[in-house]
């Protein structure tokens, strides 16, 4: 299967919407559920030309899988920070996520020449800590009560990746 990332375009809010609102992926998204196409639209429009972000579509042999992304791109600092969301549950479990995010990490240190990219996950999205330690990010710590989610306080890691320690082998 050949995995690519590429822009976010206008034309995939609808199946952002349908992924997001998809309760089989958003326990650990934070997004005001549900979310629709008119809102999606306009927080599409307000981005155009936003240099401190890229939001990509991941795609398997041409169908679009999911959403992947840098976020709080700072170019003084050398830095953004990763997210990626499976949207086609399908897909998931097949090694689709570890490609697009070895692509996202390739575009943030050669592209971007970022120093570093980091994130934040959920204390118990186990799935999610097991993906970022096999593409090359070093859990840091641990953020104690840093959301509220559905009502309820939750601990987050913080994680992040260098490059001069990616893709070392």
């Not at 927080?43 to 972000?53: A, L």
Request: aromatic share 12%; with cysteine.
């Amino acid at each position: 299967m050949k995995v690519t990332i590429r822009r976010f375009e206008r034309t995939d809010i609808p199946k952002k919407v349908e992924w997001i609102n998809n309760p089989e992926n958003n326990k650990y998204l934070h997004y005001d559920i549900p979310i629709c196409v008119e809102k999606t639209e306009k927080w599409f429009d307000s981005h155009i030309g936003d240099n401190s972000r890229f939001d990509a579509i991941i795609e398997a042999d041409g169908i679009p899988v999911g959403t992947i992304g840098l976020l709080s791109i700072d170019k003084t600092n050398n830095k953004a920070e990763y997210y990626i969301a499976m949207g086609e549950t399908s897909y998931k479990g097949k090694g689709i996520a570890k490609e697009a995010s070895r692509l996202i990490l390739e575009y943030a240190f050669d592209t971007l020449d970022l120093n570093r990219v980091y994130l934040h996950t959920e204390y118990d999205n186990i799935a999610a800590q097991k993906l970022f330690e096999r593409v090359g990010f070093t859990k840091e710590g641990l953020i104690r009560q840093d959301l509220l989610s559905h009502g309820k306080y939750v601990d987050r890691y913080v994680y992040g990746c260098l490059k001069e320690e990616w893709n070392v082998e």
